[in-house]
């Protein structure tokens, strides 16, 4: 089904009238209508639905920065507390729910085991907050990295820090492109606003079948080779 056309004029430096397609250009609007506001809660949202992704979004902000419409520094702090906000969130559900519940948790989803927690977890342990750090410039992992930085408890202190600095580089890589950029964002983004969502949308499902085969081709093999079956529910 053919996502809604949002259309609204302020983006446009020039006064005109730009439309946007798909979820992407419903949280283009929020941006433009928000101000700074509105940059800070499209990370925030990134965090809990990350077929948004900011590589999309924020270089909106520096473009807006680049025509006067927005504060730079201000964009940049507001998305840098979206990112850190979202994080907490998620490593407090980490903490909350503490190791034997997030294995459990594991156990149980299908074509997942407890395997898979065992290696993040001796991950984790080995690199800790740089794990942190650069997990918050990877996409779809820097929505994550903080689960398992709850479920070991890790000082909350420094991974505010690990995790602010990182949304921090990340943030101004983006924005200051799209200010770097200037007008040439603005067409880019109202041509391929529709096909970027859906690009978005067909990456995550091509990743989601691809992992699910996988998945089962490697039980296959198990079952195949004698191998006892990991307890996944798959």
Known sequence: MRMPVISHAPMSASGGSAEYEGFIGWVLSLIDTMGEVGVGLAVLIENFFPPIPSEAILPAAGFLSYAGRMNFWVAL?????????????WYGLGAALGR???????EKMPLVDAEDFDKAETFFGRWGGTAVLLGR??????????????????????????????????NAIWIGLGFAFGPAIEPALEQWSGVLSKLVVGLILALLAW?????????ARRRREGEPQAPAGA
Do not use: Q
Request: with cysteine.
């Open 211 to 219: 992992f699910v085969i996988a998945r089962l081709r490697r039980n």
């Open 137 to 170: 410039c990877v996409p779809i992992v820097r929505s994550f990295i903080s689960v398992p930085a709850g479920v070991e408890r890790m000082s909350l202190v420094m991974f505010t820090l690990y995790t602010a600095l990182g949304s921090l580089v990340w």
């Open 100 to 106: 034997n519940r997030t294995r459990w948790i594991f």
């Open 77 to 89: 702090i507001a998305a840098t507390l979206g990112s850190l906000i979202g994080a907490w969130v």
